[in-house]
């Protein structure tokens, strides 16, 4: 990987020992310059590192005094010698820290005015401004860092992906507007005026497609675009490792990515295990609260109806009247926590919706250990035990209990509640990587704003075989053949095993309330597409982006992305979307309302 | 690479002697049913091959009734015994010829009705009907076989520029209109009404960006748009293989691009030669009449402007009295040529606009050659010795003559009649890649329509450094640090060094007759990054389509892009563009005209 230029014959990130006495020439942004007793020393600075530079007025006076004028982010080629640094002045931690290059030739190739921005790694400054000054953002060494890794997974991917079988195939992004979900972004057509383009949420049915067509492994690295109120974890446009196979029912799917995760996170030295864990989307509710589990750490949720229906608590007996649940977590240690702390967890459950937080501490001895605190009283000797027992309870500990005679609002706000102790107690392990896959998701939910059930995944999803009978009589009840895949967590992606029959897709259909026009206007040709042979097929979808920033543990997606957009959908840097001319709008057949 | 699954034991495409003997099942398409005697026998086709399945009531009854009704391209599975096929019956060609299936299990997977479509290898359907169930059209073996070699050319560029250090980042498709060249798509904003973004034309600007960063090697597979009236070989989207390095000369890039054409055809099992050849832009449209000349045959074009202007043909004179030139070219052998013939190249030469022909035959002995036809007699018998030596002539040749006084006209006559003429007699040897460089491309153009000078690549390319001086004096003159590489007549892409500092591309904006408002409002950000410490950096971007398309040997882009739009920029299959509802136009503020 020579990247000798006619520039340059080193890049600054490799001269070492072992160049010590060679001829060189360096291009690089000019950084730290300091004066000392007439040498000047600086860093010279690349995307492979920094090497010292050395200006000498008895080696080079000329060199010398043009050195004398350079500033910070200066682009500049020097040429001259390695040589070693002299003792105690090495820095052992990076390649080219025992050398530097003492010069006599300087060209400043162009000078840098005063960077409007911080671009040390702790940068000071806000994010508005480092989107503005992307390209000198970009210039910091956690970015940069970052868009390496990026490319190192991706590449990962495309290997393990070829070595595989898999095809690549480009799917178009000027594609047709079927709004089932997400809103779409629309492009005028100029050539058919009052017609639109639409950009793709996902190439989900181009891939089946592909299927029906025979190439019976296919990736893509796509771009996908949802036009939503953006989320700090969303955008506009975002990157997904798109999957799709023939004659394949879930288990090939699951050791398929399993492989590949395998794969990038060798590409980045990180060993993972596999085959992953598996859970159900009904387990995964039911013990953690959330359908994409964090199982780095235990304080499962667990059930205590029976105790709660037997409590003198009136809340507690009401709640199971209902058809509802109880259900308690215990927070360990926790007992000592303040009252202002313990107000702090019920907030957090009424975030959720919960509508209290009743919690009990347990106090007393090894052999007597009893509850003490605000809801203690409602519970009985023999029931206290009970509940005791039921969380494993020691002394010290803290039990949190919430009620609903909604299931998963008890589920939901125990579940974050968990996740909020989590992080607050430091139970989290930073280096482990825990994967776990989510299974036997319901088909479909009900909505309650369009009063009627809509896909879970999407309408594309084959039901359980199992279920297939209560498709169109008892919908809510039917399990899906989808799966999802979750890392500490955080939902990479998921997928299915798709319907490949007329009959059931149009089922399908008319089960999430689509009526017979909409479902031609839409999906009609998908629909005949299924008459010709379509095979069994199944896929999956991973976010590119969510799978980079948790590689290079950033928070945020728009921290792996070259150019990303706020919140708000726009680029502060080029200014877009922007005011365009009225002919360029005439030619596409608009106008602004 | 294992491809079984839950449903397959082997692809179609592997089985050979070695497995005789072995329980296997297969999936895949029903082909070429034959009943005999009895016994019935078909292919099972998939993506990897064709297997022959027999079915035989003797060895199970039950299997073979089912197997009587079976259809072409329903999807099945089928579990049996593979066997030697019988002497005399088996096929050499291919891996799976020798062997055969015999089966006691079958499993219709999805029955087919009849396809709407001739999908055998040689189709009679039209490109419109394909289009439309192109999901069909893609079963056919030439077709699968395009999609394969992209994808081999794909894995082959992404491999070589991993390996000489250059990072893959992805650049924003919602990107911002600055048109100049082409039309852009729009996409109007939901959040910020009234205004657009605009699908990229290419991602240039980002890379420039990205070499400001410090990212000094970067690539991209890049999907660009443009919303031009189609011609026969272009597409709204396209893509493209991207790339730019800092610190670098045009030699870099040349080698850069020499060693990835290099190993894109290793990837496909052809050997070419490195390095390319080069030729002037002045030479190619001099010798060639085009700018991406086909040098895999001679009959160049030569200057006779000194003959013509002593000629009695008051044409000629007349030419180079106004400044114009006369140039000929040599099509040997076609004296024989009938007049219907002769008058069809002179429709070719009329097409780009030359006003005439002339044409002479060679005649006469080896000793005494001389010139009949049309145009002879106005040239005198030392005249007529002078021009069949300055082309070579010999007996039997046809001598093609076209004058102007505008000499881009003579040239690209007489370079589209070569061309012409090289099909016409099959010159142009079949399994040749004749690479070459077209370099020194004049900066700009004149603009008829627009009276202004246009950028001829674009307005980042760097003019040479000895013409710098005429840019805002003599814009016409100026040359250009650009280049384009043709293969075999076709413009696989170009590039050049680009503009790194603020103030030249500040009078190159002007010399474009770009207003100040315009440029700040379109390139303010960009001019404003020079400020920052820009390097010095080049690159270049080849069309992807084209090349798969060259090296599967096929004349129109459309077949090696799976889901392609046609002239009209519409795609059949899934009737894009479409309406779209009211309230979606409402959603972002615009409507109809």
Redesign the interface.
Known sequence: ?A?A????TNTCGELALKDNGKKVTL?G?VQHVKNLGGLIFFYL???YGITQVVFDPKNDADAHKAAESLKR???I?VTGRVRTRPQGQDNVEIITGSIEVICDRITV?????T?PIDIEEQTTTTEEMRLKY???D??RNCV?KN??TR?KI??AT?DYF????F???????????T?EGA?????????????????PQSPQ??KQ??M??????YVQIA?C?R?E?LRADRQ??F?QIDVE?????E??VYEIMEGLMKDVFKAVDVKIKTPFPRITFADAMAKYGSDKPDVRFGMQLKNISEIGEKSSFKIFTETIKNGGSIKCINARGCAKFSRKEVDELEKVAKIYDAKGLAWVKVEGTDTKKKLEGMSAKFFSEELQKQLMEKVSANIGDLLLIVGDHKHHIVDIALGQLRLFLAKKLELIPEDEWSFIWVVDFPMMEYDEDAKRHIAMHHPFTSPKDEDMGMLLTDPSKVRAKAYDLALNGVELGGGSIRI??REIQENVFKAIGLKDDEIK?KFG?LLD????????HGGIAFGLDRLAAMVCKEENIREV???P?TK????L?????????NE??????????
Chains 1, 2 share one sequence.
């Open positions: 990987m990247k230029t006619a520039y340059r291009c942004w600075k690349d995307r982010e200066d682009v080629q190739l162009n000078k840098s005015e960077i992307r390209y000198l970009l210039r940069q868009i390496i490319h991706v590449k495309r070829d070595k595989q079988g095809l690549e195939i480009e799917t178009p992004i000027l594609a047709k507007s709004p809103r779409d972004y629309l492009v005028p057509s100029r050539v058919h005026k009052g017609k639109f383009y639409a950009l049915i181009f497609l592909l029906l067509s025979g190439f019976d492994r771009r675009f036009d109120d506009p446009e990157t196979m023939s004659f394949v029912d288990e090939n490949h029959s206007s040709f597409a299924f008459k010709y042979g379509a095979p069994p992305i070259a150019f957009k708000n959908a726009e680029s840097m080029e200014s877009s979307p922007s005011n365009v001319d360029q709008l005439d030619e596409v057949g608009v106008k602004l309302k």
